[in-house]
Nanobody, 125 residues
Framework: QVQLVESGGGLVQAGDSLRLSCAAS????????MGWFRQAPGKEREFVAA????????DYADSPKGRFTISRDNAKNTVYLQMNSLKPEDTAVYYC??????????????????WGQGTQVTVSS
């Protein structure tokens, strides 16, 4: 079955960097668009970034734009989220997700078919 496993979260200070990874299995990874979402305590899950199956197209939410970079390595079945200049408001559980149904990049949760279990990112001030 399809599995997505995130890793790379942790506790960092404001201004630090982290790279999250999401390893996929059980599917032909290179065919599908991928997304990263996050959920802060007491808030709804929100879109962070998305990347096309080829890696040539990306989309970012306004908040992390310019600080976060999404990328993928189809040979390793892995999508990454490089997070620089982290802020306390970036504290959240970060989830990766896969879209098996369309070619366009999506920002809504319902557009994704499978989700990972999440990895915690905590940024202290």
């Amino acid at each position: 079955q399809v599995q997505l496993v995130e890793s790379g979260g942790g506790l960092v200070q404001a201004g630090d960097s982290l790279r999250l990874s999401c390893a996929a299995s059980g599917l032909t990874f290179s065919r599908y668009n991928m997304g990263w979402f996050r959920q802060a305590p007491g808030k709804e899950r929100e879109f962070v970034a998305a990347i096309s199956w080829s890696g040539r197209a990306t989309d970012y939410a306004d908040s992390p734009k310019g600080r976060f970079t999404i990328s993928r390595d189809n040979a390793k079945n892995t999508v990454y989220l490089q997070m620089n200049s982290l802020k306390p408001e970036d504290t959240a559980v970060y989830y990766c997700a896969i879209d098996q149904t369309t070619w366009s990049l999506k920002r809504i949760e319902s557009g994704y078919d499978y989700w990972g279990q999440g990895t915690q990112v905590t940024v202290s001030s």
